[in-house]
């Protein structure tokens, strides 16, 4: 056995590092299948109505083309997820969903035959415009949608100050690098293996067996390393099961990439949102009353209720009067799905943008009104915090930045051309955890491996598990053989909820307690649940700290620095950390200023639907970013006391530019991007 | 994507009759926004005839003191040339301002010129466009408009001519050389694009199966202080919501002479006739330039969402003469 240094903290390379950058790691779509064919799916130009014909003999009569299914001659299904019923009616339900899909021997011959598939519809009149208004809004299902805690009107009747304002998202894609892709191989018609794109290869392969009437272990679901994902791989989308649907039909492998266009509409993306907060205080800027409430939008095919804006506002900050609310309207739209931070990412604009307001109206340095607003106990739960960094967050992140001296008051700064300004805005993020084994075996020599189906999309899952077990093991990293990323692997939840590493990472140490303990050659072992659960509200908080520049004659926005201070427990390796905390700033940044996925009401589509016209923070428009973190103790979340950094670094990070914006310019735009026509128009 | 032919012409005469004698032919030089529209099946040539090698690569100086840019330049290149660098200089900016390192370095001069118009709509085959398919109708004019025209569009199309070299060479009185099947012509950049008019279908004046061969720029002396300014949504790589290529000479107290043109905003580069006439002999001042800026924009008719497009060009023409006059 080596003598090992602890790495768990360390700043250690990626495992996977020299793999990615020779080429050598594998994706979906470069696994070599022999004999295997090429499918391209035909899209829906209607938003709603029904297919009347599909002529496909064009198609079929090139060379090469194997076969196309449509919905009269596709296999049956028997999932009732109604997103993964592909080809199963001649209902339309949104635009850009799949209607029939050509194989062939080739890409370029599937590519061309799909052109040339004629779809003819009876369309019928669509809705699809989210608004506040709609008579029809819905709340949602799930528990805790709502919430009502104290005497809220009470509450507002003894304010000296009230900030009443609504503030709305854009629909956003999630535009990971490594488009979606799948290769499905049949071995008989009860034996199929998915090389697949995805964050949690148990969830594809529970409903893949399930759309197919199989059992779990007859699908094998294998997805070692995988390019972004961002939340639009977590759950099981229709491409997936239609490959495998069209190997089925056509007796041989078959491979099947999503074009980006087709990622609009066939993947998910974050659902717009209409937010009214309400927030009254005394003159001392302490919080009488909070009100926040949310319309979002989810498609008629199905629900999701991840994106529960107004659920951070529970927690944030102290008061005993507070109301939340979530309504959706249900739309003929495509599913939308997660994306990085749901709901945080969209609540916390709206209620940092508020506190903002607030603390401009009651002429308050604005990280002042947030730490004189500092619960003790978690308002929500009423438990105390298992640790809460959030005002040693604001103090560092403010030292850090050089916050003072500043001005409340907007409109201060003209440097050259340049109206400069200063945002802050806070931060909280869930830090949980859930199901995982982990087996470990010991391979002789002081070696051991390590198996779990975890899921790296790019995180540093592969080094921060190996780093985990080389600890709990006392060998270094050299002596563990990490294996990932394949449903023949131990049950694990899937990267998710920043809480991939906490989950996957306690499991691998109940297996090595249990090894030793039972002095075993091999042990399997759960994360189990936190039995702490009941007994702490458990967060990673965070503070955002931004300086925006705004040309006085174009009213371009630049944002030449930005500083995060988290909290966020035991850092686990200090290289990594600081990349998904950069990442989610970026992801803030780019939110704040450019993203937004534009619905032409007319057709029911997004007709921005490329990189060109879809626009992603670019490395011209990310300067200085200063990530930092405290030092937590967090003996209460998970054996390695650490949180999920995934996504913490988005939430709050719109807000800080929007509030600098507004401290730049005096102008103050609540509905995100901001776009220099927002500010150009104010003037 | 549908299948095609592919066929190298080696010199311009023979590229001018391997695709002059098809109507399904088309010149592919660097392929950057010819392939895309393939891909998106919105251009379906049968035969592609490659004319990488068939015009020269050469930037030469000419006896009259212009420059001659040869079709097959890379955009790269052409932005890196010494002479271009120093003596209009606006012209390197603008091709700095454009695409990416990696489609520069394969995006033609000639090219460059032949890119089509941008709208999403166009680029959708699913949705009306009269470009793509004539009569079918504008999706844009009641839709997603908020980067096109403002200036000198039809009911037809509101679509943008996306480049910003153009808008430089626009600036500088370039003349575009072709050849023909009949011979050679000269062209000037300012009427090599065309407005929408009925005819959105084409987006220049070139004839089938013409060929570009060159672009020369005159002596231009005013050109070696110029600038190009470009406006966009973010700092790198998004096309212009409005850009501007200017010089400005003063001599005296009082405006000699003074180019501008516009980019973003028109179906073509949009050189700032109007704005020039008002300038010229007059004190410059920013209350004059603003005052030029109206006498151009005046005739702007904007969409529903793109009407800030006529103030952030008004205020970037100000600010891009206010800069170079404070150089001067």
């Known amino acids: ?683 | 994507m549908r299948p095609f032919r592919y066929e190298r012409a080696h010199d311009a005469a023979a590229a001018v009759e391997l695709c002059g004698r098809e109507p399904g032919a088309a010149f592919l030089a660097g392929g950057t926004n010819l392939v895309d529209l393939m891909k998106l099946d919105v251009e379906r040539p049968e035969l592609l005839v490659d004319i990488t090698r068939a015009t020269s690569d050469r930037i030469e100086s000419l006896p009259d003191g212009g420059v001659r840019i040869g079709a097959a330049v890379r955009n790269s290149d052409l932005a890196a040339d010494p002479v271009i660098r120093e003596r209009y200089p606006a012209l390197s900016q603008a091709l700095l301002s454009g695409a990416t390192y990696q489609l520069r370095n394969l995006a033609t001069t000639g090219g460059n010129l032949m890119q089509r118009t941008r709208c999403v709509y166009f680029q959708d085959v699913t949705k009306p466009c009269n470009k793509r398919t004539p009569g079918s109708g504008c999706a844009a004019r009641e839709g997603y408009h908020r980067g096109l025209a403002v200036l000198g569009h039809s009911q037809s199309c509101v679509a943008t001519q996306p480049s910003d070299m153009a808008v430089a060479l626009a600036a500088f009185d370039a003349v575009v050389r072709v050849q023909g099947a009949a011979g050679t012509r000269k062209v000037p950049l300012t009427e090599f694009h065309r407005l929408p008019g009925d005819e959105p279908q084409r987006d220049t004046v070139l004839e089938h199966g013409e060929l570009i061969v060159a672009v020369d720029l005159p002596s231009l002396p005013i050109a070696a202080r110029s600038r190009y300014r470009k406006v966009r949504d973010r700092a790198s790589y998004a096309f212009a919501l409005v850009s501007v290529a200017a010089a400005i000479d003063v001599d005296d107290g009082v405006v000699r002479d003074v180019r501008i043109a516009l980019g973003g905003v028109a179906h073509k580069p949009w050189r700032a006739t109007r704005a020039e006439e008002a300038l010229r002999g007059a004190k410059p001042a920013e209350e004059l330039f603003a005052r030029a800026a109206d006498a151009e924009l005046e005739r702007a008719t904007p969409l529903p969402a793109n009407g800030f497009k006529v103030a952030l060009a008004r205020n970037t023409i100000v600010r891009t003469l206010l800069d170079l006059v404070e150089q001067l």
């Not at chain 1, 799949?98 to 011959?109: C, E, K, L, M, Y």
């Not at chain 1, 931070?341 to 990280?367: N, Y």
Request: proline fraction near 5%; charged fraction near 25%.
């Open chain 1, 1 to 683: 056995m080596s003598t090992a240094q602890p790495v768990v903290g360390a700043p250690v390379d990626r495992v996977d590092g020299p793999l990615k950058v020779t080429g050598a790691a594998r994706y979906a779509y470069e696994h070599p299948v022999r004999d295997v064919a090429y499918a391209v799916g035909v899209l829906s130009t209607i938003a709603k109505g029904r297919i009347v014909a599909v002529d496909v003999s064009a198609a079929r009569a090139l060379d090469g083309v194997l076969g196309v299914l449509w919905h009269e001659n596709a296999p049956r299904l028997q999932t009732d997820d109604a997103e993964l019923q592909v080809l199963q009616s001649d209902a339309v339900a949104f635009c850009g969903q799949f209607v029939a899909v050509v194989v062939a021997a080739t890409p370029q011959i599937a590519r061309h035959a799909a052109a040339l598939v004629e779809v003819r519809y009876v369309q019928e009149p669509h809705d699809v415009v989210l608004s506040a208004d709609r008579s029809d809004l819905d709340v949602p299902p799930g528990e805790d949608v709502d919430s009502d805690d104290g005497d809220v009107e009470a509450g507002r009747a003894q304010a000296s100050v009230i900030v009443d304002r609504t503030y709305t998202t854009p629909a956003e894609h999630n535009n990971p690098i490594e488009a979606h892709a799948t290769i499905a191989i049949w071995e008989g018609v009860d034996r199929l293996t998915l090389y697949d794109s995805n964050q949690g290869s148990h969830n594809i392969r529970d409903d893949v067996a399930d759309a197919f009437g199989l059992e779990g272990e007859q699908v094998r679901v294998i997805s070692p390393y995988v390019g972004g994902a961002f939340g639009s791989k977590l759950f099981t989308h229709a491409h997936v099961v239609l490959t495998a649907m069209a190997a089925r039909a056509v007796q041989r492998p078959v491979k099947l990439e999503l074009t980006r266009r087709q990622m609009f509409s066939l993947v998910g993306y974050r659902t717009p949102t209409i937010q009214r907060v309400n927030l009254a205080a005394d003159d001392d800027g302490r919080l009488t009353a909070i009100e926040h409430h949310v319309v979002l939008q989810v498609s008629m095919l199905k629900d999701l209720t991840e994106d529960l804006a107004a659920r951070p506002t529970r927690m944030m900050y102290a008061g005993p009067n507070r109301r939340t609310s979530h309504r959706v309207a249900r739309l003929d739209l495509p599913p939308p799905t997660i994306m990085r931070a749901p709901g945080e990412a969209q609540g916390s604009f709206a209620l940092e943008s508020a506190m903002d307001e607030l603390a401009i109206e009651c002429g308050i340095d604005p990280v002042e009104l947030r730490i004189r607003n500092e619960p003790g106990t978690d308002p929500d739960s009423g438990l105390p915090f298992s640790s809460r960094g959030l005002v040693e967050c604001l103090k560092q992140g403010a030292e850090r930045f050089g916050w003072q001296p500043r001005d409340v008051a907007p409109h201060g700064r003209l440097e050259g051309r340049w109206l400069v300004g200063t945002g802050v805005a806070a931060s909280a993020y869930p830090a949980g955890r859930g199901q995982a084994t982990a087996t470990i075996r010991a391979a002789g020599g002081g070696r051991y491996h390590v198996q779990i189906d975890a899921s790296d999309i790019g995180t540093g899952a592969w080094t921060v598990l190996t780093q985990i077990a080389a600890d709990a093991l006392e060998v270094g990293i050299d002596d563990v053989t990490l294996e990932i990323g394949d449903s023949a692997l131990p049950r694990a939840r899937a990267a998710g909820g920043s809480q991939g590493t906490a989950s996957w990472g306690t499991a691998i140490v109940h297996a090595t307690r249990k090894l030793r303990e039972e002095n075993a050659s091999e042990a399997t072992a759960d994360a189990g649940d936190n039995p702490y659960t009941d007994q702490y509200a458990m967060y990673a908080h965070g503070a955002q700290f931004v300086e925006v520049r705004v040309d006085a004659d174009t009213r371009e926005v630049r944002v030449p620095r930005m500083v995060g201070v988290f909290a966020v427990g035991r850092v686990l390796n200090a290289k990594t950390t600081r990349s998904q905390l950069l990442g989610g700033m970026t992801w803030g940044l780019s939110m704040a200023l450019l993203e937004e996925s534009v619905l032409d009401a007319r057709y029911g589509d997004c007709v921005n639907d490329d990189l060109a016209e879809y626009h992603v923070a670019v490395n011209a428009d990310v300067a200085e970013i200063d990530v930092g973190w405290i030092d937590e103790d967090d003996p209460y979340v998970n054996p390695m006391g650490a949180k999920g950094v995934g996504e913490i670094g988005i939430v709050g990070t719109a807000a800080a530019v929007a509030n600098a914006v507004h401290h730049a310019t005096g102008v103050r735009v609540r509905d995100l991007p901001i776009t220099l026509d927002k500010l150009l128009r104010a003037d």
